[in-house]
């Protein structure tokens, strides 16, 4: 069936629900372990596990909202109704996240884990159905890039709401519990509205009926996995989550620590990462074009790990000069950010040419499992870097004075582990073959 060519208003409709998913994504990465640590008073290691066992809840709830969205039927298609599900039920649970008492670290602990896992599961009836679309959206192959270049650019205006606003949010509301409190009311209103822009706006977008699978959900997964090229790319993004994941948990740490700069030294440092991503998004789309995805997605990760490592260099000093580093940073995290998801579709539609079923959700909900586990296993990282260079933890107020050591740990979270994890995915992708572009697809 032949698909028309994609509108811009309908481009620009659902790459706003990125910018939520943007937000909510950015946010815990960036400040979760450092709120538990800084402003609850959990230890390190403790801390480290609020955020890692919601993203192994993760691994269970995402493949089964992408197998339930596959098989649903409604007036609104596969996709959409989860798009409101999630729209509506993610903000309070936000909300709840920053929210936690403050007093016994055990008890705040407790909170944050719980609030964390119902956030989680709320933005992955979001998430999973939402990436899911392009795939049905249309079958060009650059067109399918033009729209994830919507999307990803959309993800990083919510990464730089999220990352840049979040500090000046919490100074404006006092510091401390009541400052998180006040950022993350805002920043839920916010993801509520972009969702639903997304829900509303693609009312009008070409969808797929779903097809009848015999095979259940656990043999659906084997198949997926068993696909090798699938298998390969998402072990290369899982590897390149990880790293992205120990760069958002350390930052705030290496600016009070290593730069001895205050909440805006984080912001002007997160400003310095994504700004680029936004203005390189339509360069790497025309290299892309030129060279082809896999070329300038190899590009773009050893542009990450080279200045990732440039970052043991930083230190007290004037910011521009590390604001500079990590400007040439954030032109590999663009490219990170965008050639993954552009190359998903291709390796779909291999798949359903040939099964004949379109497992656009197993094959999605596969990714994101692959993308949560490595943000939180990039998070947990730090937080055992900084556990075993005896790192001390503090409730807001409080003044410590860190060991050598920690400060040691700090700097090697920040700059050398991304940038190892980031070099070990490039093999990966060296040995990755794209599908035939002139595959047809199933519709």
Do not use: N
């Amino acid at each position: 069936m032949s698909v028309p060519p994609l509108r811009r208003a309908l481009c620009l409709a659902y790459g706003a629900g990125s910018i939520g998913a943007g937000i909510f994504s950015t946010i815990p990465g960036l400040l979760l372990l450092f709120y538990l640590t800084d402003t609850l008073a959990v230890p390190a290691g403790l801390a480290g596990l609020a955020i890692l066992i919601p993203k192994l809840w993760d691994i269970v709830t995402d493949p089964i909202v992408g197998a339930w969205s596959d098989r649903t039927r409604s007036r609104w298609g596969r996709r959409r109704p989860f798009l409101l599900a999630g729209a509506l039920l993610l903000p309070p649970c936000f909300m709840a996240l920053f929210m936690a008492p403050v007093g016994d670290p055990v008890v705040s602990f407790f909170w944050v884990l719980l609030a964390f896992c119902a956030a989680a599961g709320a933005f992955t009836l979001f998430q999973v159905p939402y990436a899911t679309m392009p795939a049905e959206m249309t079958a060009d192959y650059h067109e399918r890039t033009t729209l994830v270049a919507y999307r990803m650019a959309f993800v990083t205006v919510g990464v730089l709401a999220g990352g840049a606003l979040a500090p000046e949010l919490i100074e404006m509301g006092g510091g401390g519990a009541a400052g998180y409190a006040q950022m993350a009311i805002v920043l839920a209103l916010i993801t509520m509205v972009a969702m639903l822009t997304a829900f509303f706006g693609t009312r009008g977008a070409v969808q797929t009926e779903a097809v009848a699978s015999s095979l259940g959900l656990r043999a659906q997964l084997g198949v997926a996995l068993a696909y090798l090229p699938f298998r390969r790319l998402l072990t290369a993004y899982a590897l390149q989550c990880v790293a992205l994941g120990t760069v958002l948990a350390a930052v705030p740490y290496f600016v009070r620590y290593t730069l001895q700069a205050g909440s805006g030294g984080l912001t002007l440092l997160f400003v310095c990462l994504v700004a680029p991503a936004i203005v390189t998004m339509p360069v790497w789309t025309a290299v892309s074009r030129r060279h082809g995805k896999r070329v300038a997605y190899i590009a773009a990760a050893v542009i990450f790990a080279v200045m990732a490592a440039s970052l043991m260099l930083a230190g007290p000093g004037p910011l521009w000069r590390v604001g500079v580093q990590v400007g040439l940073l954030g032109i590999g995290f663009a490219g990170l950010q965008v050639f993954p998801f552009a190359m998903l579709p291709e390796l779909i539609d291999a798949d359903a040419h040939a099964t004949g079923l379109r497992r656009e959700g197993v094959f999605t909900a596969l990714w994101f499992v692959g993308e949560k586990a490595g943000f939180a296993a990039g998070a947990w990282l730090v937080s055992g870097i900084l556990a075993a260079t005896g790192f001390i933890e503090r409730r807001a107020g409080e003044l410590v004075v860190q060991p050598e050591a920690a400060l040691l740990g700090v700097h090697l979270a920040t700059a050398l582990a991304p940038a190892l994890l980031a070099a070990i995915s490039v093999p990966l992708l060296l040995r990755h073959r794209e599908p035939d572009r002139k595959l047809p697809t199933l519709s």
